[in-house]
């Protein structure tokens, strides 16, 4: 569980720590270098603390920043190549927040150029991008007072209130005094042009609240000189409302503005041309007063502060200029009012023509921006058909791998599917070869078992035959030894006879039962002898006593003694005939 809480608290403190301008020092402390003119200290941090950076992000606010630096320079390549850099680093992070800086930084860029379009839609896409973030006020602040000076310009726009209040708004909540400071004297402007516009007491009364609170955060300003160049921005702004009014009792608060102004800028190169405008004011304090020696004293020591100071606008030197032509012309000084009256021409053209070359110098590196940009545009809807293609044909690549496995696998399945049939038809086979070499070694062994039989019935006749002759040879025999009188033709005679009767006989038993013999020694559990088989076949073929007893040359007493223990051997109850018994074992 601590183990997820400190995660929780280290993701925490990245997403603390990644672009949330309220809490980024150093970006605050460029600002107020750009503020208060420090140019060389703005663009160390920048390239110390902000540039080499690890921090994307970081980076990408450097070179926004630094494209304030460079306009400020009138660098308009180095402006642009600033932008550049902050965007091409902002497509690699993806980040959202990344975006909206470098929209933020190309809205004041096409600001510039008078491209409104680029403008709006760059500064609203800014704005709510950084809206849905917290912690970002400080940025919200400056994005709000850019819409809001935008819209002041455009005399179509009637709803520019609005953004000088969420200016003021979102600087309050980034507690940023310089952002603060400068959002109430904006504020304070507002009221006063409405003022002029209406004549109406109360914005005179909004004016002067809004410009005592940019004082009050003026003189909490830490840095010296972003808090002088604050607190000289308010007594010009105060006395400049001041001397709207055109009261009679309200040239001495003019004066005693304009004097504490000079005092804060006293011996400070830093603020030559605030001394200067505050002479033009003091002149045209003078001039509605009607000391026009006094007015021309203080439009001439203006002229003489404002004329070589870059950090004055022509606009502002060509109004000191008209100022003093005035001044001559009310005084009949003709050639002098027509001197400073070129003057201000020449410095109208000049500044017109510096202008215009600055114009199209920035056209010129917008336009080839743009066409790089959309260069890059058509490389990178290439490289994503590109990619999509190298996606498709991956695709279709690995289809035809599955579709390789696939019909491996099916071939596989089917040659096993092919050899399991095989197998199987093959064990059938076997088996049905097995079965019939059973069977025929059954038929061998049957027609073996039946050709022993047929050899036991040839030996059984032959052996009777042989006894039979033996008989007939001893009888023979003993009627020699006897001397008896021998009717040898009749002997013989007889003889033939039995010998067709004993054929008779032995044609007899070759046709019984093949099991005949197997079955008796079964019964009789095997206690026959070949004697006991011969009595028991003569009973199969239903001969009587006194025949087996001529077959066997033995009496009638022998053939019944015989049969009694071939019955007993048997294992026959009294009551059981013997024949019928043996006849009955193969009916």
């Known amino acids: 569980m601590k183990r997820k809480i400190w995660l929780l608290l280290f993701f925490l403190f990245i997403q603390i720590g990644k672009a949330q301008s309220d809490l980024d020092k150093d970006q605050q402390l460029v600002y107020t270098y750009l503020y208060s003119k420090e140019y060389d200290q703005a663009k160390d941090l920048l390239e110390n603390k902000f540039i080499k950076n690890n921090d994307l992000n970081k980076q990408v606010i450097g070179y926004i920043y630094m494209a304030d630096y460079y306009n400020v320079k009138n660098d308009e390549t180095k402006k642009s190549e600033a932008l550049e850099k902050a965007k091409n680093i902002a497509r690699k992070t993806k980040s959202s927040i990344d975006n909206a800086y470098v929209k933020f930084g190309y809205a004041r860029y096409y600001e510039k150029l008078n491209k409104n379009d680029l403008f709006i839609k760059y500064i609203n896409e800014s704005i709510k991008e950084f809206s849905k973030h917290s912690n970002e006020h400080f940025v919200l602040t400056q994005l709000y007072f850019l819409r809001f000076n935008f819209k002041s310009k455009n005399p179509l726009e009637k709803d520019t209130r609005k953004d000088a209040i969420l200016a003021n708004q979102h600087a309050i909540k980034s507690k940023n005094n310089i952002l603060i400071n400068f959002t109430y004297s904006n504020l304070g402007y507002f009221y006063k042009q409405k003022y002029n516009q209406t004549n109406k007491i109360e914005y005179i009364d909004s004016a002067k609240y809004n410009y005592q609170q940019s004082l009050v955060y003026a003189e909490k300003i830490q840095n010296p000189i972003a808090k002088k160049r604050s607190t000289i921005v308010y007594y010009l702004n105060y006395g400049s409302l001041v001397t709207t009014l055109n009261h009679q009792n309200t ?85 002098k009012a027509l001197e400073y009256e070129r003057k201000a021409k020449q410095l109208i053209i000049e500044s017109n023509q510096e202008q215009f070359d600055n114009n199209t110098k920035s056209l010129e590196i917008f336009y080839n921006t743009e066409k790089k940009n959309q260069q890059i545009k058509q490389l990178e809807e290439k490289n994503n058909i590109y990619s999509k293609q190298k996606f498709l044909y991956i695709g279709i690549i690995l289809l035809a791998i599955a579709g390789i496995f696939f019909l491996s696998y099916m071939l596989y399945y089917k ?56 008989s007939f040879l001893n009888d023979l025999k003993e009627k020699v030894k006897e001397k008896a009188t021998i009717n040898l033709e009749r002997i013989l005679k007889d003889e033939r006879l039995m010998d067709d009767d004993f054929n008779k006989i032995q044609n007899i038993i070759k046709d019984v039962h093949p099991s005949f013999f197997n079955k008796l020694i079964d019964v009789s559990k095997n206690k026959l002898t070949n004697q006991d088989l011969k009595y028991a076949a003569y009973l199969y073929l239903n001969m009587d006593n006194m025949q087996i007893a001529n077959v066997m040359k033995v009496e009638t007493k022998t053939v019944r003694m015989a049969k009694y223990r071939l019955k007993q051997k048997i294992g026959l109850e009294k009551n059981i005939d013997l024949q019928s018994f043996i006849q009955s074992l193969f009916a």
Request: proline fraction near 1%; avoid cysteine; hydrophobic fraction near 35%.
């Open 251 to 335: 040239f001495d608060e003019t004066m005693k503005n304009y004097h504490t102004i000079l005092k804060l800028t006293e011996n400070d190169p830093k603020f030559n041309e605030i001394t200067a405008f505050t002479y033009n004011n003091i002149g045209s304090a003078y001039e509605n007063k009607g000391e026009i020696d006094s007015a021309e004293k203080y439009y001439l020591e203006s002229y003489t502060l404002a004329k070589d100071n870059k950090d004055v606008f022509p606009q502002v030197k060509t109004i000191i200029l008209g100022n003093i032509a005035r001044i001559y012309e009310t005084k009949n000084d003709l050639t």
């Open 415 to 470: 040659l096993k599917s092919n050899k399991q049939k095989t197998d199987l038809l093959q064990a059938e086979l076997n088996l049905q070869l097995e079965k019939e070499e059973k069977a025929r070694i059954k038929a061998e062994q049957e027609l073996l078992e039946l050709q022993q039989e047929q050899l036991n019935k040839q030996a059984l006749a032959a052996s009777l035959q042989l006894k039979q002759k033996n």
